[in-house]
């Protein structure tokens, strides 16, 4: 049983800083991570991906974030941190830490349970 476990989450005052990470547990050592990234869900909407990481290094980020956030990982030991600088009102939502990983060719995706992120004005 896979288990994502993420830490970091709080109140900050608008253009503070809060930094995410988030641990995969359970993976067993036959079928890699091959991404690992942070999901966002705000009161009202839907969730949103924030930004991601593959096993390659690779990176992605939503536009409302990117010259704000910094996502790294070492996915090889199932481990993924969010880095959050210059935060916004619009920030705030409960955070989750997402991994995925092939196994025979299926796609199985793992959550964590969240954490809340408050970005005050």
């Known amino acids: 049983q896979v288990q994502l476990v993420e830490s970091g989450g709080g109140l900050v005052q608008a253009g503070g800083s809060l930094r995410l990470s988030c641990a995969a547990f359970?993976?067993?050592?036959?079928?890699?991570?091959?991404?690992m990234g942070w999901y966002r869900q705000a009161p009202g909407k839907q969730r949103e991906l924030v930004a991601a990481?593959?096993?390659?290094?690779?990176?992605n980020y939503a536009d409302s974030v990117e010259d704000r956030f910094t996502i790294s990982g070492d996915l090889a030991k199932n481990t993924v941190d969010l880095q959050m600088n210059s935060l916004k009102p619009e920030d705030t939502a409960v955070y989750y830490c997402?991994?995925?990983?092939?196994?025979?060719?299926?796609?199985?995706?793992?959550w964590g349970q969240g954490t809340q992120v408050t970005v005050s004005s």
């Open positions: 990481i593959t096993s390659g290094g690779s990176t």
């Open positions: 359970g993976t067993g050592s036959i079928f890699s991570i091959n991404a």
């Open positions: 997402n991994a995925d990983r092939l196994i025979f060719g299926r796609r199985y995706e793992y």
